[in-house]
């Protein structure tokens, strides 16, 4: 691990925490993944072995502990990671507010839907299983459909076809999903353009944004819901 060579508090702090790709492990951990595939599935650009490295380093500066059970590995952070719950949320706000362009690398099917499946607001959907398939017209044709499924207080995302019926199929590009769900932009606004397409019933149509919801970092003010 490089130094600084500060006594700074905030210069012995990145020592740990400023290598690239550390701090969005600590961010899927404070989101609720716990297990390797978990951690890969939300920074999906990622290869195996760097995960592994910045793991190991996280649990030798206390942050993170590993632990084994029945020969399956998980991992948690300690109240030291916890605490870096703040900075994190700062730091996902700043970006809203201050870093607003996409450009085409940062948009990916994977992350999309792996973040979209874990902060679904199961309530809102019915309580039978339901499916909404997302066709991204703008993607090679391996990773053009998706399907989220959710049964109950369960769901999941895949990338094949999980055979159950479709309640809702969403067609639009990856950019248009992206920015609905980081609230760039209103799903009234793209379906009014044409940019989005629902195909289902009209009460379902009406529905999926809410069953959808909104990325974490949402309700912070950021320049689309500004006064002019």
Not at 31 to 57: Q, V, Y
Not at 95 to 106: H, N, S
């Amino acid at each position: 691990m490089a130094t600084y060579g500060q006594f700074c508090p905030m210069a012995k702090a990145m020592e740990v925490l400023d290598e690239r790709w550390t701090l969005l492990v600590v961010r899927e951990l404070l989101a609720g993944s716990t297990h390797f595939n978990e951690l890969r599935r939300g920074n999906p650009k990622m290869s195996p072995a760097l995960l592994s490295k910045r793991l190991r380093t996280l649990e030798r500066a206390g942050v993170i502990q590993r632990d084994v059970v029945g020969g399956r590995t998980s991992y948690r952070l300690t109240e030291c990671g916890e605490e870096l719950r703040p900075v994190v949320e700062a730091l996902g706000a700043w970006g809203i507010r201050w870093i607003g362009a996409l450009g085409e690398d940062d948009l990916d099917p994977h992350l999309l839907l792996w973040d979209i499946r874990r902060t679904v607001p199961l309530d809102a959907w019915p309580r039978r299983r339901t499916v909404v398939r997302f066709d991204f017209t703008d993607q090679p044709a391996r990773t053009a459909s998706w399907w989220l499924c959710v049964n109950g207080e369960d769901a999941d995302v895949c990338d094949f076809d999980p055979g159950f019926d479709v309640t809702a199929t969403v067609t639009t590009t990856l950019g248009t999903m992206v920015r609905l769900w980081r609230v760039d932009r209103t799903w009234d606004d793209a379906m009014r353009t044409g940019d989005v397409r629902i195909e289902a019933p009209s009460d379902v149509r009406r529905a999926v944004p809410s069953w959808l919801g909104q990325m974490a970092t949402a309700a912070v003010p950021h320049p689309l819901r500004e006064p002019a």
